[in-house]
């Protein structure tokens, strides 16, 4: 690929006329996550194409993509083999009187691959299921209180939404903030709300945006399960962003923690909209009286995505591959840096890092970077962990670091 000449601004003509046309129809131009206005000035907003581990903004600028599309994108954009699946489901029918057969398939290999599993259940996105659970943690344990991270995102309805606007102070009525890896603070919860305290949700690791990542430490894991045990609250891992970029199970196997609820959504069906909810056989009395339903929900399209998408993780190196690319990507950034002799911290699973400057307000010189970044074809977020696929190849990671190094120099030229 070609590398834009540093100190160029990418000019985007195509996309600045579709911004304005936006703000004329849709409130703000757009709404959420994916409006660049939360980026540098000449960010890529609209997308034209994507292709494996690269997308091309409406202006005809290619990037390599380090966000993949925040997740979603597992095995590279338009994977072949998930593109062959759906197009053999679509040839038949997406949206129906009732579901396909894919249905019963990705059911039954969710629960085959996921340890705590016994059943699944199916909706759109990440917001659907973490609030499902919620719900059925509640009608489980017919307790009111759901402990949450103080700062952790689960999703954008008005109980967990970051934003205020329009959410009543009675929506997060029985809702008591604990801190992620300290169980002192969820005990102390368990214990202000005894009796009362149905489920602890949990990410998979800390991933707040905005902030340094945090790994879980296991005890924490661990203190996490004794606790909803002895209390008899629900336990739910939201694994809707790490999901199967860690591992190919629940991200908490690996402490040896099953939890009674998990959420997936995002990676598990390369960018096809689908959200899954897998708990356990005590569970599954109350997830049949839920009513839990959407027009779409059933639409076997995705799931034909899902089923491909995570036969290619079991049947290839793809996790193994990803982590290397993810280990010469974070070693690669780590060098730079202090090579540059600038302060700056990688953190997070290597398979999603983020890196942030220590020393900035308001992440200017994060930003500043990403930017610079930018100019020269590689997509990483200032404010938010990014991705590895498995189509990501050692080229692409050399190009990316390649870019890393110049915008590392450009700032340190400027302070
Ligand atoms: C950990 C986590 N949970 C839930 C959600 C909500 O998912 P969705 O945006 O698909 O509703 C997200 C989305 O970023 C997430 O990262």
């Known amino acids: 690929m070609q590398f834009a000449t540093p100190t160029a601004t990418l000019s985007h003509p195509i996309g600045e006329s579709l911004k304005s046309r936006a703000a004329r129809v849709v409130p703000g131009g757009i709404y959420g996550h994916l409006d660049s206005a939360l980026l540098w000035k000449g960010a890529p907003q609209f997308v034209k194409h994507a292709q494996g581990s690269h997308f091309w903004d409406v202006d005809g600028h290619e990037y390599i993509d380090m966000m993949c599309s925040w997740g979603p994108i597992l095995h590279g954009h338009r994977h072949p083999v998930v593109e062959e699946a759906v197009a053999r489901q679509a040839a038949m029918v997406d949206c129906g009187n009732g579901p396909t057969e894919a249905f019963v398939e990705l059911a039954e290999l969710l629960t085959d ?48 939404n970051p934003n205020t606007a329009g959410v009543l102070t009675s929506d997060r009525e029985y809702l008591a903030y604990y801190t992620f890896n300290d169980l002192a603070t969820v005990g102390e919860l368990f214990a202000e709300h005894r009796g009362d305290v149905a489920g602890v949700i949990v990410s998979a690791f800390r991933h707040d945006a905005s902030y340094d990542q945090e790994l879980t430490d296991p005890a924490f894991a661990r203190g996490l399960r004794l606790l909803c045990d002895t209390h008899d609250a629900v336990l739910i891992v939201d694994d809707v962003r790490a999901g199967f970029r860690l591992t190919t199970g629940c991200s908490w196997e690996e402490f040896d923690v099953r939890p009674d609820l998990s959420a997936w959504s995002k990676g598990i069906a390369n960018g096809y909209p689908i959200g899954a909810l897998l708990g356990s056989d005590a569970l599954r009395p109350t997830a049949q009286t839920v009513f839990a339903t959407g027009s779409f929900w059933m639409a076997g399209v995705p799931m034909a995505a899902a089923i491909a998408t995570l036969n290619l993780l079991k049947d290839t190196d793809g996790l193994t591959r990803m982590y290397e690319r993810g280990t010469q990507l974070v070693g690669g950034l780590r060098a730079q840096a202090a090579h540059h002799q600038l302060a700056v911290r990688v953190t997070g699973p290597v398979t999603m890092p983020y890196l942030k400057f220590i020393d900035e307000e308001h992440h200017a010189l994060t930003e500043r970077w990403a930017a610079e970044v930018a100019q020269r074809g590689a997509f990483v977020h200032p404010r938010h962990n990014w991705f590895l696929s498995t189509a990501h190849t050692t080229d692409d990671i050399e190009a990316v670091l390649h870019a890393t190094d110049a915008a590392f120099a450009t700032i340190a030229a400027t302070l």
């Open 113 to 160: 691959t996921v340890a705590h599993a016994d059943w699944a259940m199916f909706a759109k996105n990440g917001s659907d299921v973490t609030t499902l659970a919620v719900s059925l943690a509640r009608a489980h344990t017919r307790k009111r209180v759901i402990l949450v991270a103080e700062g952790a995102y689960h999703g954008a309805l008005p109980w967990c």
